[in-house]
């Protein structure tokens, strides 16, 4: 069995994969003041209910201060040293963009997962603390996006930065026009991120020139997904390129 973790920098999205099969999942907060030994029992908990433990590990981070203490809690719980994905990782996937080094881990592996699910050019848009927006064309290169604040991410900071405006669950209200601020704050939140969403992925399309597949991801996807026609939902996008990376890894490897 694969164990892949996905660290985001609100929430760890963790999978364990027996062959291409994603078996098991399940999230823990991301949250920089666990030690390693809390991280090492929350991640081998699970596997109380499962038979055998995992034989290799994969991660995929944007949280560096986070890697090595779930490296070590991964050796702690495993005794297996887990694979970081980074821009140096043997992928066999071409960085066409300026800056190689600055692709995160979590877009190069929507590239991966995008380059095995379609055939051509595509885009994956993923609802996380950022909205982030990752293109691969149609040779199968990685050639960048776009990145936006995520949804919760603004109503978090709408409350942080004002005086009286509460922390609101993202949600679609039924009208724009709101008749109390929790309403307001909902019909700005949504629509207003419904527009940025249509108007990036719109001009990426008209970059991209031709027939583009799209495939969300993250947690607010299905929230998005009914006012944007044509996208698919790919719930698993992330945990399945780690699944991928690390087959190409172990592959380059034993060549």
Not at 35 to 58: E, H, I, N, Q
Not at 166 to 173: A, E, M, S, Y
Not at 195 to 206: D, F, H, N, S
Request: with cysteine; aromatic share 8%.
């Amino acid at each position: 069995m694969l164990l892949a973790v996905d660290v985001g920098n609100t929430n760890l999205t963790v999978g364990v994969f027996a062959g291409d099969w994603l078996v098991r999942q399940w999230r823990l907060e991301t949250d920089l003041r666990r030690s390693s030994d809390w991280y090492a029992r929350a991640l081998k908990c699970p596997f109380r209910k499962m038979d055998g433990l995992p034989t290799r590990a994969v991660v995929g981070s944007v949280v560096p201060g986070l890697d090595a203490v779930l490296a070590s809690a991964i050796f702690k719980a495993f005794g297996l040293k887990p694979t970081f994905i980074s821009p140096l990782s043997r992928l066999g996937l071409k960085l066409s963009v300026k800056k190689p080094a600055q692709v995160g881990a979590d877009r190069i592996l929507n590239a991966l997962a995008l380059r095995d699910l379609f055939d051509g050019p595509s885009i994956a848009i993923d609802f996380g603390t950022a909205t982030t927006f990752d293109c691969v064309n149609a040779a199968g290169a990685y050639v960048g996006g776009a990145i936006l604040l995520g949804p919760n991410s603004a109503a978090r900071a709408l409350h942080e930065f004002t005086a009286k405006l509460p922390l609101i669950k993202v949600r679609k209200p039924r009208t724009v026009i709101g008749k109390d601020t929790e309403h307001c704050l909902e019909a700005g939140l949504y629509f207003g991120y419904l527009g940025m969403i249509r108007e990036v992925l719109a001009r990426t399309k008209v970059e991209m020139r031709g027939a583009v597949k799209v495939a969300a991801t993250g947690g607010l996807a299905p929230l998005f997904l009914k006012d944007l026609p044509g996208v698919r939902h790919e719930p698993d996008l992330t945990l399945n390129g780690l699944r991928i990376a690390s087959a190409l890894i172990s592959a380059a490897r034993a060549a």
